[in-house]
């Protein structure tokens, strides 16, 4: 008996011991068939995820940010223990002790899809799992995936430490609202740092892996609450919160951004503007568009922001002065249906603020906000404006915000019910606020400013709005310069052996452009003045005395200029490309003026000071100058540290001088007299080209070059009265008296190697030292050489030939005349002209 319980006893064991065996070999097995081709998890241990990159103000306040995936990382030694307490609570509780996997967990997950017969399948995934699955593998609920994914887990919990692995999994999970990682989501949900988070924060955000878009804290606030509140109770539980801590958590309502219980950490940024979105359209040339919005850059950028206001509401008013002059309403900015307007919406508002929150229209016009017409009454519109209380009867459009329009004089003239427009806060009181009707100009332009000895861009406006339209006319619209490009054929001239007071002949020309064709260019005045000096050439924009010096110089070498100062890549050496007719942007016009008023050195404009990457290491930085005595803290009085530098000297800084001392002219008493008047020296040119189809004025100060151009986008004239000095004069001057409050000014610096001479500005005779009046100027001269007086330059044209060429003109006086508008930019082409001589549109 007793052998026969022992040999029954032994089978069993045997059988036992067999079937151990067995299963062990089976689940090595298995571990070994799907083992065999899983990623490299030791790749872990470099994790480096796709992180947010980030623009600062001079001022280090976040202006802007990138991201494909929006993620801040947080190292380990970053993240709070009740952070890490909260995650392990709700995903994980026994994350220390296991073998990278939780058999207790998968059994318990088995059975219960077994009772419930499928209808209730969870996951029993331990963290190190997740961050399998979330890294190596797909979502697909199969078996093969899982038995990787735990094979995974297992290999990396013995190869990588646990709170690497904690460390990966709070960086990489979605938390929903595009947020990735739990710094990123504490941002998102109650604009925090990891650091100032409650419990029952750290419970929540704990709540989401779960399921981050089913918590949703507005929509689903009831089962959100009480998936937080089980996390609070596991937590305290294992022993993360005392009872207290737990009562005063659990009790505590909900409160995040999406219910309006905290300001969002977007609306805390300015609106999206020319400026940063340039530095992301140059930089993602560098890294690549995704590359940039995933290498977690911090980027310095040059903007001034107070600056940058005042540049974008210089040139919106002068845009918006324009467009009401025209007196034409060119419809509504969206249209919503009548239907959708009455009502209550389903965030308890009235439906016509919801509709009208859902319209894409511009809303970052300071002082404008978007509105619906919800009423036409007799000689009244009544509308609803957006962030504004409607009030006891409404706000109200009436026929004296009509003025401006040509033809309308009563609300429903132009407004249909549903329309949606922009209106403009007025002032008026609290309980009474006044607005008017505004529209988004059909005309653009851009406007950008830069120091002149670094290059650094301190303003750049692209437009009226960048949510009306994110093209940026400073940086990538091309538009012929017209009489602004001046100054680079003058530099030419000025470098081969001109001065200022060199006599040129202001009389008609014609060119044979081939074909039988012939090119007459013009003066805008339609007059020609005969022998004039260089300095009136350029003060009074006169195109026949350009022309000519062009033809003089060559137009090659005219062209090598204009791309040492970078105006253009290539230029081609056409003699109307003198007058500005090849087309250009005023990002390198502005540039190009820069070095005038630094003393002829080349310099590259910037957006961007320094790029750091994700650990901080600068991996680009702008100014490459040394400044060896910056850190001396005992010069000599009256000594300024040496910046050395290495740059390339574009022209003679003499030649750089005597240009800037002629634009002076420009700006005193010539083209831009009547609207560029800054009180400090200002030198500047005006550029208005064929049928004034754009407007430019390009200016400078001692420290700062700043430029304008207005037209149409897609070309068209802007009228009899458009010119550069009367439109871009204006924006330049509203700019400027700001950022002389800021920046200063002071005088020119004159260059060694040089003296002055007293001439007549009107016949460029020379004057006694002691001579005075207004038609006396100092110009300085190189020394040794003596200039030669009285020697008159015609460019190579016949002179008295050629003077009954020109019908309809006259001829001036010489010293008279000399009051008339901007000589624009405009040579005429009579009838069909080759190919390549005269740019598209046969504007010049």
């Not at 955000?205 to 918590?215: E, N």
């Not at 754009?694 to 207005?710: E, K, L």
């Not at 330049?732 to 007549?760: C, H, N, T, W």
Request: aromatic share 10%.
């Amino acid at each position: 008996m007793i052998r026969f319980v022992f040999s029954f006893f032994g089978a069993i064991f045997s059988m036992v011991t067999l079937g151990l065996v067995m299963g062990a070999l089976t689940v090595g097995a298995v571990f070994w068939v799907y083992g065999r081709d899983l990623p490299d998890h030791e790749s872990l241990a470099n994790y480096l995820p796709p992180t947010i990159s980030r623009i600062y103000s001079t001022e280090g306040r976040i202006i802007d940010e990138f991201a494909e995936e929006r993620r801040i990382y947080a190292a380990a030694d970053e993240i709070p223990d009740l952070v890490k307490h909260a995650f392990i609570s709700a995903e994980d509780k026994n994350f220390y002790l296991h073998a990278g996997f939780d058999l207790r967990s998968i059994a318990a997950a088995a059975y219960e899809a077994v009772e419930s017969r499928g209808q209730s399948v969870r996951g029993a995934s331990t963290i190190p799992q997740q961050v399998a699955k979330i890294s190596f593998l797909s979502g697909e609920r199969t078996v093969d995936r899982k038995l990787k994914e735990i094979i995974l887990a297992n290999r990396m919990v013995n190869s990588l430490d646990r709170d690497k692995i904690l460390e990966i999994y709070l960086n990489e999970i979605d938390l929903g609202f595009r947020s990735f990682g739990v710094a990123a989501a504490a941002q998102t949900y109650f604009n925090k740092t990891l650091a100032d988070l409650t419990p029952q924060d750290a419970a929540y955000l704990a709540a989401l892996p779960k399921a981050p878009y089913d918590y949703h804290p507005v929509l689903q606030v009831q089962r959100a609450t009480e998936r937080r509140n089980f996390v609070l109770r596991e937590m305290f539980q294992n022993g993360y919160l005392t009872s207290v801590e737990f009562e005063a958590a659990r009790a505590a309502p909900l409160a995040t951004v999406q219910n309006g219980d905290y300001e969002g950490f977007r609306k805390q940024l300015p609106p999206r503007d020319y400026f940063t979105d340039e530095i992301r359209r140059q930089l993602s040339r560098d890294f690549g568009d995704q590359g940039f919005k995933s290498a977690g850059l911090t980027v310095r950028a040059t903007v001034d922001p107070e600056m940058q206001d005042v540049a974008a509401l210089a040139l919106r008013e002068a845009l918006e002065k324009y467009d009401r002059s025209r007196g034409e309403w060119r419809g509504p900015a969206a249209v919503i249906e009548p239907d959708a307007l009455s009502g209550v919406g389903e965030d308890g508002t009235a439906a016509w603020r919801q509709a009208l929150a859902g319209t894409a229209v511009a809303r970052d016009i300071p002082g404008w906000y978007p509105a619906v017409v919800l009423e036409l009454r007799d000689t009244v519109a009544r509308i609803g404006i957006e962030g504004w209380d409607n009030g006891v009867d409404g706000h109200f459009i009436k026929p004296a915000d009509l003025n401006w329009i040509r033809g309308a004089s009563n609300p429903r003239d132009i407004l249909n019910v549903g329309d949606v427009i922009h209106v403009r806060h007025e002032g008026g009181t609290e309980d009474d606020p006044v607005f008017s009707l505004r529209q988004i100009p059909g005309v653009q332009g851009g406007f950008m400013a830069m120091d002149v000895n670094n290059g650094r861009v301190i303003a750049m406006q692209g437009g009226f709005s960048y949510q009306h339209s994110v093209f940026n006319r400073a940086t990538q619209a091309t538009r012929q310069p017209g009489s602004s490009f001046k100054p680079f054929v003058y530099a030419a001239a000025l470098d081969s052996g001109f001065t200022p007071a060199t006599i040129l002949i202001d009389a008609p020309i014609e060119v044979d452009v081939g074909g039988g064709q012939v090119w007459r260019p013009k003066n805008a005045s339609n007059e020609f003045y005969g022998p004039t000096p260089l300095r009136t050439g350029i003060e009074r924009s006169r195109n026949l005395m350009t022309v000519r010096l062009a033809e003089e110089v060559g137009m090659r070498t005219v062209a090598a200029y204009a791309e040492r100062f970078g105006v253009y890549d290539a230029m081609d050496p056409f003699l109307a490309n003198a007058l500005g007719s090849q087309e250009t942007t005023l990002f390198k016009m502005v540039s190009a003026y820069a070095m005038f008023a630094n003393g002829g050195e080349r310099v590259e404009p910037t957006l961007v000071d320094r790029v750091q990457d994700r650990w901080g290491t600068t991996i680009y930085r702008h100014d490459d100058r040394v400044c060896e005595e910056c850190s001396v803290y005992d010069l000599p009085t009256g000594e300024l540290p040496r910046i050395k530098t290495d740059r390339w000297q574009v022209i003679d800084p003499v030649t750089a001088y005597q240009l800037t001392s002629m634009m002076r002219g420009v700006v005193e008493r010539g083209t831009a007299s009547g609207t560029v008047n800054l009180g400090v020296p200002t030198a500047g040119k005006t550029g208005t080209t064929n049928d004034a189809r754009d407007v430019w004025f390009v200016g400078f100060t001692s420290n700062i070059a700043a430029g304008c151009y207005i037209g149409y986008d897609l070309p068209e004239p802007l009228g009899s009265g458009a010119s550069g000095g009367g439109m871009c004069g204006p924006v330049f001057q509203s700019f400027m008296m700001k950022a002389l409050e800021k920046y200063g000014a002071g005088r020119f610096e004159v260059p060694p190697g040089g003296r002055f001479i007293k001439i007549d500005r009107f016949t460029g005779a020379r004057l006694p030292d002691t001579a005075t009046g207004d038609s006396v100027v100092a110009e300085y001269f190189r020394e040794g050489e003596e200039p030669v007086f009285g020697i008159t330059f015609d460019g190579g044209f016949a002179m008295g030939a050629n003077l009954p060429l020109v019908t309809g003109g006259s001829v001036a006086q010489v010293g008279q005349g000399q009051s008339g508008t901007d000589e624009n930019t405009s040579p005429v082409a009579p009838g069909q002209t080759s190919t390549g001589e005269i740019s598209s549109g046969g504007l010049y």
